[in-house]
């Protein structure tokens, strides 16, 4: 029995180290997803100035 538990604990080290791993790849496609957002929203902020502008010029 304690060469049992001896082998399940590298075995438990391991599945914390992917759960670890798993969790900062969660983490960093988190952050990439929120940039990719934020920029979308920049672009369609700019799409939006650059629609009145042309508006206010054929109203000249």
């Given at each position: 029995?304690q060469l049992r538990l001896s082998q399940?604990?590298?075995?438990?080290?391991?599945?914390?180290?992917?759960?670890?791993?798993?969790?900062?790849?969660?983490?960093?496609?988190?952050?990439?997803?929120?940039?990719?957002?934020?920029?979308?929203?920049?672009?369609?902020?700019?799409?939006?100035a650059l629609r009145l502008a042309r508006?206010?010029?054929?109203?000249?």
């Amino acid at each position: 029995m304690q060469l049992r538990l001896s082998q399940a604990l590298p075995r438990t080290e391991v599945q914390v180290a992917r759960e670890a791993e798993k969790l900062r790849i969660a983490q960093m496609a988190w952050t990439d997803l929120s940039d990719a957002n934020q920029m979308q929203d920049e672009k369609i902020d700019r799409l939006k100035a650059l629609r009145l502008a042309r508006l206010a010029q054929q109203q000249d």
